[in-house]
């Protein structure tokens, strides 16, 4: 059975940072691709970031790019997402997803998601 589960949201103030971490079980982690989306109110779903099976290639939003930063630990099964700089636009709830041979807005697998709150 795959799970991925997300950890590391919260409420920060505008300006500030968090971590947030998907761990990975039940599947072949360091074969697929890991991304990030997030689902604000009343708002679709949309791509934040994502990173390749080796970590050798990342892909970010233009909304996020030069705050936010994707990595991966192959060996602990967890990919991470660090926000810096964070906005009240960047409140929503955070989803890991993985999929391959590439990362699509379909992806094989979700996870059940964390929430992010910027107060402004």
């Known amino acids: 059975q795959v799970q991925l589960v997300e950890s590391g949201g919260g409420l920060v103030q505008a300006g500030g940072s968090l971590r947030l971490s998907c761990a990975a079980s039940?599947?072949?982690?360091?074969?697929?691709?890991i991304g990030w989306f997030r689902q604000a109110p009343g708002k679709e779903r949309e791509f934040v970031a994502a990173?390749?099976?080796?970590?050798?290639?990342?892909y970010y939003a233009d909304s996020v790019k030069g705050r936010f930063t994707i990595s991966r630990d192959n060996a602990k099964n967890t990919v991470y997402l660090q926000m810096n700089s964070l906005k009240p636009e960047d409140t929503a709830s955070y989803f890991c997803?993985?999929?391959?041979?590439?990362?699509?807005?379909?992806?094989?697998?979700w996870g059940q998601g964390t929430q992010v709150t910027i107060s402004s």
């Open positions: 039940g599947l072949a982690f360091s074969s697929y691709h």
């Open positions: 997803a993985a999929d391959k041979p590439v990362m699509t807005n379909t992806p094989n697998y």
């Open positions: 990173i390749s099976w080796s970590g050798g290639k990342t």
